[in-house]
């Protein structure tokens, strides 16, 4: 029987490259805008104060990819291909993907509140609390609220919301409206300490913002130059801290951004 080397060769080369794609597609996932909505939606303080809707929450849907829109990421500047080990933890498989944002979520919402409340002179206990059995999240914390504070963030995982939602806490918390004149949208995970990190899916919770009529988005000091790079109308400022954060939207509020950016309290950052 005659054999025929190069069609074989053939046949290998096109099963290692379809064997290829496959792997490929495991490891990347895709970012796509998604929800922007007020911060008011999804935050509640008990006997709350008069508050606006001008804080806005942003979220993006960030999924396993499939070729479709690998395809479509070609020629869709606000989808975005990533490697999954840019959202998943080292050794969390897909099918705890759900699940890990989730966790991430509730932490996040825990914090955003305590951070909220010490900023406003209140005593919030936060304990450590270690978990060897999830390495994705190795250290929680148990935290004590001295105000009955709930979240209602269905169908938001992960946590970048936490700037957004601490913002949201105070706002409820004080007397009158920490910003009325211009709609602030933004993105952030925060730190027990106040400090905000840097987040992915950046370009994508700009495009949203924009898409809801915001003015304004904050972002981590670390992703403003891709939230700048994504922006066309909208402005960008970085801020560092929960309490730099708050000092901003109250010159914005009382005296316009022009007037902030003039007497260079806060850096010119947008287009």
Do not use: C
């Not at 099963?15 to 895709?30: F, P, T």
């Not at 999924?63 to 479709?68: E, F, T, V």
Request: charged share 20%; aromatic share 6%.
């Amino acid at each position: 029987m005659r054999r025929h080397p190069r069609r074989r060769t053939l046949f290998v080369i096109a099963l290692v490259a379809v064997l290829a794609q496959l792997w490929s597609l495991n490891n990347l996932m895709v970012l796509q805008p998604g929800l922007a909505a007020p911060a008011a939606d999804f935050v509640h303080v008990s006997t709350p104060h008069a508050h606006g809707r001008n804080l806005v929450l942003t979220a993006v849907v960030a999924k396993r990819a499939d070729a479709l829109q690998v395809v479509r990421a070609l020629f869709d500047s606000s989808v975005e291909l990533r490697s999954r080990s840019d959202h998943l933890p080292d050794g969390v498989p897909w099918s705890e993907y759900n699940a890990v944002l989730a966790e991430l979520m509730s932490e996040s919402q825990s914090v955003a509140a305590a951070v909220a409340l010490r900023h406003l002179g209140y005593r919030v206990e936060a304990r450590p609390v270690h978990e060897a059995s999830r390495p994705h999240q190795s250290v929680t914390y148990h935290i004590d609220l001295p105000r009955d504070i709930s979240f209602a963030a269905d169908g938001i995982v992960g946590a970048s919301a936490g700037l957004m939602l601490a913002l949201e806490v105070y706002d409820q918390l004080v007397p009158g409206e920490l910003v009325s004149n211009v709609v602030i949208a933004g993105t952030g995970a925060l730190r027990l300490d106040g400090s905000v990190e840097a987040v992915n899916g950046v370009r994508q919770k700009v495009y949203a913002a924009e898409s809801y009529g915001a003015s304004i988005f904050l972002a981590p000091r670390a992703n403003v130059a891709e939230a700048v790079a994504a922006a066309q109308e909208i402005e960008v400022i970085g801020v560092d801290t929960f309490e730099q954060a708050i000092r901003l939207l109250q010159a914005i509020d009382g005296r316009g951004l022009g007037h902030v950016h003039e007497n260079n309290s806060i850096p010119r950052l947008g287009r």
